[in-house]
């Protein structure tokens, strides 16, 4: 290996590419989706690089047309994360001795291969197996997690710069150590970017992983596993590990070399891990690091003197692209009367009027939700606001799941702000709205802080500077990404670093420098190049 103090490649945010009709990607994904939905893979458990079958298929369906297979995974058993710890751990030492910009050539590689000949695949499986429209898509698949393949190399580098002062004869260190024993890391459905970058920043840093997609997500989830393997990944540092959490996660949980959890879901099952973590911390190597993204409630709050379009818009981008099914999702907003008389009604046209359907169609602005139960659940939500005093659907409302899991678009009004739908989190294309008193400006901004026990993204609109500044100050726990007249959505890497607190988790702020420390155990190294040879100091002498 040379000796050569090397940079990183200064990274830059991948451009979103339009697929507008007539352009070059629209031709190339429109071939991709073609091929990718006529075929049917068989997804293997890959362990240290080889792989596994356990016999028991998974069928993978678009959730627009939810009769069609594009996939069947074989799920893990215990056994399997037995095996996929073990194959970590022997991975781990030759990983770990690697110069760290050797591991980072691995992710840079990768980046430039999302970025070329393998854009449209990720894009495609991207589309097909979570319902995402080509823009969701390339805008997830493709630029955000190019984007976490090249930014975190630049913050790992400086990282490892960053080094103590020293005093004359001596010379301070500071290692930034793999963390002892192995990361599980657990990925959600609705972001390919997340699932590949929960297993790949703490790689990058020298650990080994073990990886458990979202059953919803194996198709992009195992596109992506083999572009890093693609990339130069050696086998066993990243081991995939399909199957279901509640099956799998307590063989990683429980094992005495757990490191670190790195973990994107719900609130509920981050508590439960957190909680099986505690009853077993006296038989742990070391205390593992609990890392997790998991969800919100997400507010937009319109003062009387904010623009009434922004709001709309910000409505219909932030809480109905992919369904609702960001964690960062526009779900309970806040508007004052005046503003809300503006803008009812063609807000109310603008929702009717889209378009809802397979995502292969480019018309479409919306495609379905994940799953039956996930369709079920907001079918449930969408009754309850018919059935409760003081609530109205003003749009939407419509529900049908005869070939695709699609519910409409929907807009909800309430007179009570305390209502379950302004509390707790729906994850679909429901928007519950209150109406205030102009004058109620600061009393709406207490309830925005106290209603919902979440703190993961916000956003305010004012035209009135004094206005933005106190909701800044009087918000200022509410939500980890704050947005002045923006919507609550759409956080860049190298731009917005993204993550909350409260129910919505750790706040370790992915596509950070802050996310990659959590993965590392520092070591201070102090070397003395002439020690002293003498116990006693000057002062002890009397003469």
Request: with cysteine; hydrophobic share 45%; proline share 6%.
């Amino acid at each position: 290996m040379h000796d050569a103090v090397v940079a990183v490649p200064p990274p830059v945010n991948e451009p979103v590419l339009s697929y507008a009709k007539g352009t070059p990607e629209r031709a190339r994904i429109e071939a991709e989706l073609t091929r990718m939905a006529g075929e049917c893979p068989e997804i293997p458990i890959v362990i240290g690089g080889q792989r596994i079958t356990s016999g028991r298929l998974v069928p993978v369906v678009m959730p627009h047309a939810h009769r069609h297979v594009v996939a069947r995974f074989h799920a893990a058993d215990p056994g399997h994360i037995e095996q996929a710890i073990k194959a970590a751990t022997d991975a781990k030492r030759e990983w770990a001795a690697m110069r760290w910009e050797a591991r980072a050539a691995v992710f840079l590689k990768a980046a430039d291969l999302l970025a070329g000949p393998w854009r449209e695949r990720i894009v495609a499986a991207t589309m097909l197996g979570q319902s995402k429209t080509v823009h969701q898509a390339e805008i997830d698949g493709s630029c955000e997690l190019i984007d976490f393949l090249r930014f975190n190399p630049a913050y790992a580098a400086r990282l490892y710069t960053e080094q103590p002062n020293s005093s004359p004869g001596v010379w301070n260190m500071t290692d930034l150590r793999p963390l002892e024993g192995f990361v599980f890391a657990l990925t959600p459905f609705n972001f390919t970017a997340i699932a590949g970058n929960l297993p790949t920043a703490p790689a990058l840093m020298g650990n080994t992983v073990v990886w458990k997609p979202s059953e919803s997500q194996m198709l992009a989830a195992w596109h992506t596993m083999l572009l890093f393997e693609e990339a130069g990944l050696p086998p066993g540092v990243i081991n995939m590990v399909p199957g279901y959490g509640h099956e799998l996660a307590p063989a990683a949980i429980t094992h005495r070399d757990l490191g670190a959890i790195h973990f994107t879901g719900s609130t509920e099952v981050f508590r439960s891990m957190w909680k099986q973590v505690g009853e077993h911390l006296e038989h742990y190597r070391s205390y593992p690091r609990l890392v997790g993204e998991t969800g919100g409630k997400d507010f937009i709050v319109a003062h009387p003197s904010a623009d009434p379009k922004a709001v709309a818009t910000a409505i219909v981008r932030g809480g109905y692209e992919f369904q609702g099914q960001k964690c960062s999702a526009a779900s309970r907003v806040y508007i004052a009367q005046s503003v809300w008389k503006a803008m009812e009604a063609e807000l109310v046209a603008t929702i009717e009027s889209l378009k809802m359907g397979d995502v292969r169609d480019f018309g479409n602005f919306l495609g379905a939700v994940i799953k039956q139960s996930a369709f079920d659940r907001h079918a449930a939500a969408i009754r309850e606001a018919r059935e409760t005093r003081g609530m109205k659907v003003l749009a939407g409302g419509q529900c049908d799941d005869k070939d695709g899991w699609f519910v409409r678009p929907t807009l909800v009004t309430t007179e009570d702000p305390t209502v379950r739908l302004m509390r707790d989190e729906l994850f679909g294309p429901i928007v519950t709205t209150h109406v205030y008193p102009d004058h109620a400006w600061s009393e709406v901004l207490d309830l925005v802080d106290r209603t919902s026990p979440y703190a993961l993204t916000g956003a305010v609109f004012a035209r009135d500077r004094g206005a933005l500044v106190e909701a800044t100050d009087r918000l200022r726990n509410a939500a980890g990404n704050f947005y002045l007249n923006d919507k609550p959505t759409g956080a860049v890497v190298g731009q917005q670093p993204f993550g909350g607190a409260r129910a919505s988790g750790t706040d370790d702020k992915a596509g950070s420098a802050l996310n990659l420390l959590r993965f590392v155990a520092a070591r201070t190294i102090k070397e003395t190049f002439v020690p002293a040879t003498d116990w006693r100091y000057p002062y002890l002498d009397r003469a």
